[in-house]
Structure formats: C-alpha cells, structure tokens
C-alpha cells in the first residue's frame, strides 16, 4: 500500500507541474494534456471524488515503472500546487492499476 501511495503521489505531482508547463514532452508516457486529466481528483480545493474514466484511461497508457523513478520531487511539486497528498496517493488504486512491484 505504502508503494502505491508514494507512486500516487508523485503521479499527481507530475500530472499538477505538466499541467503548467507550456510544450511540455510526453514524460513516462503521459502528455501535458494526459496529466491534467487526473488533476481535479487530487486537488486540495474542491476536489472530484472519483478520477474521471480519462483520467483513468491516461494512468492506464502511462509508464507507472518510469513515474516511480521521479518519486523523490513529488512533496515539494504537491505543495506548490495544492494537492492533497492523500487524494494523490489514492488515485492508481481508484483507477484500478496494479503498481510495479519495484516502485518503493
């Protein structure tokens, strides 16, 4: 559980910092536009309750062993853009996705 949470969390923290960078390059196979898909289901502020089935279909494409490598930045990128940490942990599991049994 622990794993799928950090690795929860640092998804939601890329999905936040793609989302505001312009041009940004597909990263683990997520696309700027596929990261703020699953923005809202992580946000501090009225957040949605469920990620959306594009969101989830985003998480699914995505390279969950290559998103656990960036898992070290997640808790500064979550402060600056608000993100409720457990939201963010919460979102793989929602989705259905089975973490790689290597992201710690």
Not at 1 to 9: E, H, I, S, T, V
Not at 61 to 85: N, Q, S
Not at 92 to 104: D, F, I, V
Request: hydrophobic share 45%; proline share 5%; aromatic share 4%.
């Amino acid at each position: 559980m622990a794993k799928a949470q950090a690795l929860a969390a640092l998804l939601l923290a890329m999905i936040v910092a793609l989302a505001t960078m312009e041009g940004a390059q597909a990263i683990c196979g997520m696309a700027n536009e596929d990261f703020k898909l699953c923005q809202a289901a992580a946000s501090v502020n009225d957040p949605t309750d469920t990620p959306s089935a594009e969101c989830c279909a985003a998480l699914g494409k995505a390279d969950l062993g290559c998103i656990c490598r960036y898992r070290g930045v997640a808790g500064i990128w979550m402060r600056i853009y608000h993100i409720d940490p457990s939201r963010a942990m919460a979102l793989p599991g929602k989705c259905g996705l089975t973490m790689p049994s290597n992201c710690s």
